[in-house]
Structure formats: C-alpha cells, structure tokens
C-alpha cells in the first residue's frame, strides 16, 4: 500500500505537480501536503522556478545537440557569436535577435535549431519599419526569406521616417527580431557567452 506521504513525494519530485495540484489529486487540504514535504525535506521550487514548468509542462522546448563534426561547432561559435553582438541580454526571460540582414537572422535560427534542437514553430518574429515603407511588403519579404507563415508575426511597428541616406536603404525591408521564449535556454547562452570572455 502507497503511503500518502509517499505519492506527495513522488508528485512533487517527479510529475512535477504544484503543492495545490496535489491537494486537489489526492483530495486533502494543501496544508497536508505542505506538512509532509517539509516533513520529507523535500526541496520546495522557488516561484521562478514553479513559473517555468507551468509554462512547459512537457518539459524544456529545446535539448543540446551532441557536438561531433567541424561544421557543428562552425556553427555553435557562429550562434553564439551573433547573440553576443546582436542580441538583447537585458531580457531575462526570452531570447532576442534583431537585424536588417535576412541571411544572419537565418544562421541564427540555423544555429538554435541544429545545436538546441529547438521547434521553429515556437519562434516568434517582430517588425519594425518606417513609415515611409510598406508593412505588407516587408512582412512579405522576411515571410518568404525566413519561410514562416504570419501567424509567427507580431504586429508590425511602424516609426517615423527620420532622415535619409545608406542607414535607411540598409534597412529598406525594416528591422527584423527574432524571439524565443524560454528563460532556461537564454540563460545557458548567456552563460556561454561567460566562458568565452574568459578565454
């Protein structure tokens, strides 16, 4: 016979049931549950940490890719080197990328798909352009560059013209971001990214 103490043990540790999910699972008040994993010393997660597989019950998006062939590791310092001087670290809970130039948005998300593994489905896309330009157009061009449908696309932002010469016809399709939405990966980027400053 399994012992309540038990399966509010193996719920926590290893279903990864919230304290107020097992209370509901097994039909007893939370402070019960609460009791026994204290009592157990079971390491309660923090809020960050319960937020994270609330958010990915499956478990992580993504999973690193065994690292064997020259190209591999091409294009692991690649992506790594791209978010180091394009990417936006401030964010704490997602990955960013932003550009004008298609073919480096496309060896990012190369590098986050062949090293991480992650699902391209999960990749979201903003646009920013002037308001000189036409957003159907640009929202167009980067659709058929970086083959994703317009669902993968926020609403596109639309700034005033300011100015003219090569900054503005280097950005005649505007400034594309790429996003992927998991603190856990941009944490080990950012922490790669560490290693390489101590070289």
């Not at 038990?6 to 304290?19: N, P, R, T």
């Not at 994270?52 to 062939?69: A, C, E, I, Q, V």
């Not at 130039?101 to 593994?117: E, G, M, V």
């Not at 980067?142 to 013209?161: D, E, H, I, N």
């Amino acid at each position: 016979m399994v012992l309540l103490h038990d399966k509010i043990s193996y719920l926590y540790s290893y279903e990864k049931l919230s304290a107020k999910e097992i209370a509901v699972r097994l039909k007893c008040a939370p402070s019960t549950v609460d009791y026994w994993l204290n009592k157990l010393k079971v390491k309660k997660r923090s809020i960050s940490e319960a937020s994270y597989l609330k958010h990915n019950p499956n478990g992580d998006p993504f999973s690193l890719r065994h690292l064997s062939k020259p190209k591999d590791y091409f294009i692991f310092g690649l992506g790594l080197g791209l978010y180091w001087g394009e990417g936006t670290k401030s964010n704490i809970s997602s990955i960013r990328l932003g550009n004008t130039d298609p073919d480096l948005i496309q060896h990012f998300i190369l590098f986050l798909k062949k090293i991480y593994n992650i699902d391209q489905r999960k990749l979201k896309f903003g646009l920013q352009i002037f308001s000189n330009m036409d957003s159907g157009k640009a929202l167009k061009f980067w659709m058929s560059k970086l083959q994703v449908p317009k669902g993968s696309f926020q609403k596109v932002v639309v700034t005033p013209k300011r100015g003219v010469g090569t900054y503005t016809r280097k950005i005649e399709h505007g400034v594309l971001t790429v996003y992927f939405n998991n603190k856990k990966l941009r944490d080990i980027l950012c922490g790669e990214i560490e290693k390489m400053r101590q070289v």
